[in-house]
T-cell receptor, first 116, second 114 residues
Framework: GESVGLHLPTLSVQEGDNSIINCAYSNSASDYFIWYKQESGKGPQFIIDIRSNMDKRQGQRVTVLLNKTVKHLSLQIAATQPGDSAVYFCAENISQSGAGSYQLTFGKGTKLSVIP | KAGVTQTPRYLIKTRGQQVTLSCSPISGHRSVSWYQQTPGQGLQFLFEYFSETQRNKGNFPGRFSGRQFSNSRSEMNVSTLELGDSALYLC?????????????FGSGTRLTVV
């Protein structure tokens, strides 16, 4: 089964409000997580990452929180703008073969719609 | 700095045919991974190449194959196409495999099998 999943498939927020997108993971050995944004017709775009030795990491208008106890990630977007409308994916980067090879395991994604 | 380049952007093929997709990673990136994206299954890992060697392979049939050249450019091939192979195929590059770097994705190749 899938290791990473999302709680909400769609999220609508008013422009200027804060957005919170959640993600659950099941692999307790996962130690590196990435959030991606995918706009229509484009590939996923890196937003922010976090390692398991951190609980919180901030970027420009974005914050990622990691709760290892309940295996939960969240992406917070401050002052959401129309340009933030996209599908957001969480992914964990884990070693599969143990031979120094890694792969991203993605959640299903959450579609964020910003209401002007 | 040029991003990850995938060609072609769009492709229409007939069942039973084979197809080859190309990916040029960011200059200096030596690891290339391929993903398939469909509405039903989401983003799924196909394989990863580093230094011209396939390091890891996802749960896909043998019809899906790939290779990497000495300049790090990569190709993936799908033989005997099936309708279910219709998808967006994404390539991602990173300097070296591991947890120290994020992956940069290309815009993908949209494959339609009819």
């Amino acid at each position: 089964g899938e290791s990473v999943g999302l709680h909400l498939p769609t999220l609508s927020v008013q422009e200027g409000d804060n957005s919170i997108i959640n993600c659950a993971y099941s692999n307790s050995a996962s130690d590196y997580f990435i959030w991606y944004k995918q706009e229509s017709g484009k590939g996923p775009q890196f937003i922010i990452d976090i390692r398991s030795n951190m609980d919180k990491r901030q970027g420009q208008r974005v914050t990622v929180l990691l709760n290892k106890t309940v295996k939960h990630l969240s992406l917070q977007i401050a002052a959401t703008q129309p340009g933030d409308s996209a599908v957001y994916f969480c992914a964990e980067n884990i070693s599969q073969s143990g031979a120094g090879s890694y792969q991203l395991t993605f959640g299903k994604g959450t579609k964020l719609s910003v209401i002007p | 700095k040029a991003g990850v380049t995938q060609t072609p952007r769009y492709l229409i093929k007939t069942r039973g045919q084979q197809v080859t997709l190309s990916c040029s990673p960011i200059s200096g990136h030596r690891s290339v991974s391929w993903y398939q994206q469909t509405p039903g299954q989401g983003l799924q890992f196909l394989f990863e190449y580093f230094s011209e060697t396939q390091r890891n392979k996802g749960n896909f049939p043998g019809r899906f194959s790939g290779r990497q050249f000495s300049n790090s450019r990569s190709e993936m091939n799908v033989s005997t196409l099936e309708l279910g192979d219709s998808a967006l195929y994404l390539c991602a590059s990173t300097p070296t495999p591991g947890r120290d770097y994020g992956y940069t994705f290309g815009s993908g190749t949209r494959l339609t099998v009819v």
